[in-house]
């Protein structure tokens, strides 16, 4: 089993639309979670941690399920400008390397 | 705060030449990592440092590549010689600790032909 499993995608959607990816990983004693967006031929930027009891930043939902071991980011009102790759950040070991999904594109149309 | 800076933005390089790549990690961050990115292979981590001691090189793919970090400011990542399947975007991140997230620099783009 990968580490960090993502749908690569892509997802095309209209603009306004609600989009939500999930991410398996396969370590039970991961502690930190994250989602990255990365833009094309740009490097992944850090758009939100996901803790415990879910968080919510404007448009964007982010939740942790441990017990099914999977994380889950949803979009509303999806804008053009949303366009881009979504990486699922885990942790993993002692040290707390940070492991990379392969990403999920998202493409928003007008 | 600058951010991690990277040198060169981007590297077009013939094959069998030495390569130096180069990254300044934020002020006051203990890791430092290297990363490849391949549409292939997507994110890979090539080492990591803690305080400029290399703690994991295992996803160095061989005796080509070489990293260092000389003092907290500073890094190298070096390959010698350069073959064409080396050809990727070499990206440097910083990070004050994994529960804090890591912060990307803007990338190498490298071309070995």
């Known amino acids: 089993r990968k580490e960090v499993e993502q749908d690569p995608g892509p997802f095309n959607v209209p603009e306004g639309a609600t989009v939500a990816f999930n991410c398996t990983y396969s370590?039970?004693?991961?502690?930190?979670f994250f989602w990255y967006r990365q833009d094309c031929r740009k490097e992944p930027k850090l758009l939100m941690s996901?803790?415990?009891s879910g968080n919510e930043d404007g448009r964007f939902t982010a939740q942790l399920n441990r017990a099914s071991q999977y994380i889950s980011l949803l979009i509303r009102d999806s804008k053009l400008s949303d366009s881009a790759t979504y990486l699922c950040?885990?942790?993993?070991?002692?040290?707390?390397?940070?492991?990379f999904g392969k990403g999920t594109k998202l493409s928003v149309k007008p | 705060d600058a951010g991690v800076i990277q040198s060169p933005r981007h590297e077009v390089t013939e094959m069998g030449q030495e390569v130096t790549l180069r990254c300044k990690p934020i002020?006051?961050?203990?890791?430092l990592f290297w990363y490849r990115q391949t549409m292939m292979r997507g994110l890979e981590l090539l080492i990591y440092?803690?305080?400029?001691?290399?703690?994991?090189d295992s996803g160095m793919p061989e005796d080509r590549f070489s990293a260092k970090m000389p003092n907290a400011s500073f890094s190298t990542l070096k390959i010698q010689p350069s073959e064409p399947r080396d050809s990727a975007v070499y990206f440097c991140a910083s990070s004050a600790g994994a529960r804090y997230g890591y912060t990307f620099g803007s990338g190498t783009r490298l071309t070995v032909v």
């Open positions: 440092f803690n305080n400029n001691v290399p703690i994991d």
């Open positions: 370590n039970s004693a991961s502690q930190s």
């Open positions: 996901v803790y415990s």
């Open positions: 002020s006051g961050h203990d890791y």
């Open positions: 950040v885990v942790n993993f070991g002692s040290q707390g390397n940070l492991i």
